[in-house]
């Protein structure tokens, strides 16, 4: 195999590279040895820590899918809430009027500068002040309000950098058959922008869910990371137990999310139907637009 | 009108998250470029381990990774980082946390420097004589780090942002302070526009100065 940094390997980089493999193994196997001694010391191996887990259903269904069904909640909802606000500034970043240009790109700039938690501890404190929901609702209200805040600043970005990858054809070819600028915005660049789009909103979509843990941490939402502590409390302290099977469950989520992002991205990029042109999610995180000015985003790799 | 200040120590408080993003980037740039180095390493089993480690850990959300380290870490285990007070020891499982989550950014950032190289310099390099260090350090490094800014700025200004998830469990940080600002006094907005522009101000030039490096480093093609 060859890359930018090495050529195809020869005899004698083989056997370095065999002699590397084994100091590897013997540095992990270390690793891994002082972890599981370090875990059967503290008996958070024992089988009664983690039988609530594999043998019955009682710990997923009293703590674990309760907890699952309001991150989703939390998730979805900010996500339906922050698309449409998140496209209103993004072609609002985009008009030709400076008064609708400036505002738009101030707020936008401003909720991606600020963190997610302060936001929700904002909305919390806001909520609970200003209004009489009671207390469950509020926390759900207040997580959604912190997520939504500062998604629509990023999806707003997304947007503004969807359109902006299509070829300046499209806008010249519909000013030359007499189009509007809302008609071609609507009829034209949104159209194609949308599919572009997909594979970074989809990615976006992790970053929420990820952030729903926020809620839970600090201002006990009852979300999957909070169901921890009732149920470590429940089943004799097993806290390794229940944090190893919460974050197996994000990453199975999350990962079923990134694969299908890619997968959305991989479809569009040989589609010919579209122009091809993809906002996708570059490996930092950030966004990375095909054939378009590159653009700083800061999000991806939020909490 | 800023009396609501009186008792609070707010730059300490603001000095605390600058300590956390500033340790924490130190040791998630060691880290990440460790990693970086495995994934993309000839040894197929290091570039299989900075692989899965990289999507393990990117998947998993950062607040749950900071209450293992409080909870599991220290709680269960006993593991306290050679300090002694509980402040101390909040502080160094903080940072460990965000090293272990932040590395796995830097490990792409820095990947995705290299891979903007074009294997054409590498071969050319080669094909002029140079040995495997010479190839490294005058054509390949000099041009991934060039590219390699903008990324990483992104990673350090989320970086900052994210130390506020250590008010999680008990560092006394920005956010933590403005918690417990926003319940005593009956100063929502102004607390929080404080403590909005105080974000304001720590990312908001990173960014900008930065994006101005970057720019002016970056490798024309």
């Given at each position: 195999?060859?890359?930018v940094?090495?050529?195809?390997?020869?005899?004698?980089?083989?056997?370095?590279?065999?002699?590397?493999?084994?100091?590897?193994?013997l540095?992990a196997?270390?690793?891994?040895?002082?972890?599981?001694?370090?875990?059967?010391?503290?008996?958070?191996?024992d089988?009664?820590?983690w039988?609530?887990?594999?043998?019955?259903?009682q710990?997923?269904?009293?703590?674990?899918?309760?907890?699952?069904?309001?991150?989703?909640k939390?998730a979805?909802?900010?996500l339906?809430?922050?698309?449409?606000?998140?496209?209103?500034?993004?072609?609002?970043?985009?008009?030709d009027h400076?008064?609708?240009?400036?505002?738009?790109?101030?707020?936008?700039?401003?909720?991606?500068?600020?963190?997610?938690?302060?936001?929700?501890?904002?909305?919390?404190?806001?909520?609970?002040?200003?209004?009489?929901?009671?207390?469950?609702?509020?926390?759900l209200?207040?997580?959604?309000t912190?997520?939504?805040?500062?998604?629509?600043?990023?999806?707003a970005?997304?947007?503004?950098?969807?359109?902006?990858?299509?070829?300046?054809?499209?806008?010249?070819?519909?000013?030359?058959?007499?189009?509007?600028?809302?008609?071609?915005?609507?009829?034209?660049?949104l159209p194609?922008a949308?599919?572009?789009?997909?594979?970074?909103?989809?990615?976006?979509?992790?970053?929420i869910?990820?952030?729903?843990?926020l809620g839970?941490?600090?201002l006990?939402f009852?979300?999957?990371?909070?169901?921890v502590?009732?149920?470590?409390?429940n089943?004799?302290s097993?806290?390794i137990?229940?944090?190893?099977?919460?974050?197996?469950?994000?990453?199975?989520?999350?990962?079923?999310l990134?694969?299908?992002?890619?997968?959305l991205?991989?479809?569009?990029?040989?589609?010919?139907?579209?122009?091809?042109?993809?906002?996708?999610?570059?490996?930092?995180?950030e966004?990375?637009?095909?054939?378009?000015?590159?653009?700083?985003?800061?999000?991806?790799?939020?909490? | 009108?800023?009396?609501?200040?009186?008792?609070?120590?707010?730059?300490?408080?603001?000095?605390?998250?600058v300590?956390?993003?500033?340790?924490?980037?130190?040791?998630?740039?060691?880290?990440?470029?460790?990693?970086?180095?495995?994934?993309?390493?000839?040894?197929?089993?290091?570039?299989g381990?900075?692989?899965?480690?990289?999507?393990?850990?990117?998947?998993?959300?950062?607040?749950?990774?900071?209450?293992?380290?409080?909870?599991?870490?220290?709680?269960?285990?006993?593991?306290?980082?050679g300090?002694?007070?509980i402040k101390?020891?909040?502080?160094?499982?903080?940072?460990?946390?965000?090293?272990?989550?932040?590395?796995?950014?830097v490990?792409?950032?820095?990947?995705?420097?290299i891979?903007?190289?074009?294997?054409?310099?590498?071969?050319?390099?080669?094909?002029?004589?140079?040995s495997?260090?010479?190839?490294?350090?005058?054509?390949?490094?000099?041009?991934?780090?060039?590219?390699?800014?903008?990324?990483l700025?992104?990673?350090?200004i989320a970086?900052?942002?994210?130390?506020?998830?250590?008010?999680?469990?008990?560092v006394?940080?920005?956010?933590?302070?403005?918690?417990?600002?926003?319940e005593?006094?009956?100063q929502l907005?102004?607390?929080?526009?404080?403590?909005?522009?105080?974000f304001?101000?720590?990312?908001?030039?990173?960014?900008l100065?930065l994006g101005?490096?970057?720019?002016?480093v970056a490798?024309?093609?």
């Amino acid at each position: 195999m060859s890359s930018v940094l090495y050529d195809t390997q020869g005899p004698r980089a083989k056997r370095r590279n065999i002699l590397y493999t084994v100091l590897f193994v013997l540095a992990a196997a270390a690793v891994v040895w002082w972890v599981y001694d370090g875990l059967a010391e503290k008996h958070q191996l024992d089988w009664v820590k983690w039988k609530p887990f594999f043998a019955g259903t009682q710990a997923w269904e009293t703590f674990i899918w309760p907890g699952f069904q309001n991150t989703i909640k939390a998730a979805f909802f900010a996500l339906i809430i922050a698309l449409p606000l998140g496209a209103l500034f993004g072609i609002g970043r985009l008009s030709d009027h400076r008064w609708v240009r400036v505002p738009g790109g101030v707020v936008v700039e401003f909720f991606r500068a600020i963190p997610v938690l302060l936001l929700m501890i904002i909305a919390n404190q806001a909520y609970s002040e200003y209004t009489d929901l009671d207390p469950d609702t509020r926390l759900l209200y207040a997580v959604v309000t912190g997520l939504v805040l500062y998604n629509a600043s990023v999806l707003a970005e997304i947007v503004r950098a969807g359109i902006l990858t299509l070829p300046r054809g499209q806008t010249d070819a519909a000013k030359a058959i007499g189009m509007r600028k809302g008609q071609t915005m609507v009829f034209v660049l949104l159209p194609q922008a949308v599919t572009a789009m997909l594979p970074a909103i989809v990615s976006q979509l992790v970053v929420i869910v990820k952030d729903t843990a926020l809620g839970g941490a600090v201002l006990s939402f009852p979300e999957l990371l909070a169901s921890v502590r009732p149920m470590s409390a429940n089943y004799g302290s097993n806290t390794i137990a229940c944090f190893t099977i919460v974050a197996l469950v994000y990453l199975a989520l999350n990962f079923a999310l990134t694969s299908f992002a890619s997968w959305l991205e991989r479809r569009l990029r040989r589609g010919k139907k579209s122009t091809g042109a993809v906002v996708g999610t570059g490996p930092g995180g950030e966004l990375e637009t095909i054939g378009a000015p590159s653009l700083n985003m800061d999000d991806g790799t939020a909490a | 009108m800023f009396d609501f200040l009186d008792g609070y120590d707010l730059l300490g408080a603001f000095w605390v998250t600058v300590k956390l993003t500033v340790f924490s980037a130190l040791g998630s740039l060691i880290w990440g470029t460790l990693l970086a180095g495995m994934r993309v390493s000839p040894v197929p089993l290091m570039r299989g381990f900075a692989t899965a480690y990289v999507n393990v850990v990117r998947n998993i959300p950062l607040t749950v990774i900071i209450m293992f380290a409080s909870l599991g870490l220290y709680s269960t285990l006993g593991i306290a980082l050679g300090s002694t007070d509980i402040k101390g020891i909040n502080f160094r499982l903080a940072v460990l946390a965000f090293v272990v989550y932040t590395a796995s950014f830097v490990c792409e950032a820095i990947r995705s420097g290299i891979n903007t190289v074009p294997v054409g310099q590498a071969e050319a390099a080669r094909a002029l004589g140079l040995s495997f260090t010479q190839v490294l350090r005058l054509i390949v490094l000099p041009q991934a780090f060039r590219s390699v800014v903008n990324p990483l700025s992104n990673v350090l200004i989320a970086l900052t942002k994210n130390t506020t998830v250590a008010s999680a469990i008990g560092v006394a940080e920005a956010s933590y302070l403005m918690k417990e600002m926003i319940e005593n006094e009956a100063q929502l907005l102004l607390i929080s526009g404080v403590f909005a522009l105080g974000f304001v101000i720590l990312t908001l030039p990173t960014g900008l100065i930065l994006g101005w490096v970057a720019k002016k480093v970056a490798v024309k093609r």
